[in-house]
């Protein structure tokens, strides 16, 4: 491996994700035609530009079938992603974001800038939410994040913790990609399924 300029003087050609430019570049907004965009290019530099459209297509229609059915409606969500000290959450302007947005659900912390940020134990102890949804990552396993929100002697007092409130979303779905459409639908079903909406 090397840099973009060291692999172009091979004559290999590189593609960045636009959601994942090179420090100091700006990244493109997290929208669901933004990441349709990227799907598009991608299959048209492997040569499968109508197998990319024809997944953009159905990821449409699954986004108008999630989006038609909001299971989210009036819930209050923290979404937890990593961290102990500091809490690493979904903030108001990425894939978490859009998610939220899909099924109706309020994000407390979308007045943070990013796709995520760090949060504070007090703030979300605070705001009380309705639901907790975590990130499943082999870094960061939804299972631990619930274990030490569970143990936590004031943690453990939020509502959303006392009722075992928790969607999890494996962390592939939640970054903008190709699979953040599915996302959409685990994060409706698991609210469906917690909330009875």
């Not at 396993?141 to 494996?170: C, E, G, H, R, W």
């Not at 459409?181 to 399924?193: C, E, F, P």
């Amino acid at each position: 491996m090397g840099t973009r300029e060291e692999l172009k003087k091979q004559g290999i050609a590189t593609y960045i994700s636009p959601f994942g430019c090179p420090k100091g570049t700006p990244s493109a907004e997290a929208t669901w035609e933004n990441v349709w965009k990227e799907m598009r290019e991608v299959g048209t530099l492997i040569g499968q530009k109508d197998a990319a459209d024809k997944v953009i297509a159905e990821q449409r229609m699954s986004l108008k079938e999630v989006s038609g059915n909001k299971h989210g409606n009036g819930t209050s969500i923290v979404w937890f992603d990593s961290g102990d000290k500091v809490p690493f959450i979904g903030a108001g302007h990425g894939g978490p974001q859009l998610l939220m947005d899909a099924v109706g659900a309020k994000n407390l912390f979308a007045n943070l800038d990013g796709g995520w940020a760090d949060g504070s134990w007090e703030k979300i102890v605070g705001s009380n939410p309705d639901v907790i949804v975590v990130a499943d990552a082999d870094w960061s396993t939804a299972k631990d994040k619930i274990a030490y929100l569970k143990k936590d002697p004031v943690l453990s007092q939020m509502k959303a913790v006392k009722d075992n409130k928790f969607v999890t979303v494996p962390f592939s779905q939640t970054t903008p990609g190709a699979e953040l459409v599915d996302g959409a639908k685990t994060l409706n079903d698991g609210l469906a399924r917690v909330t009875g909406k």
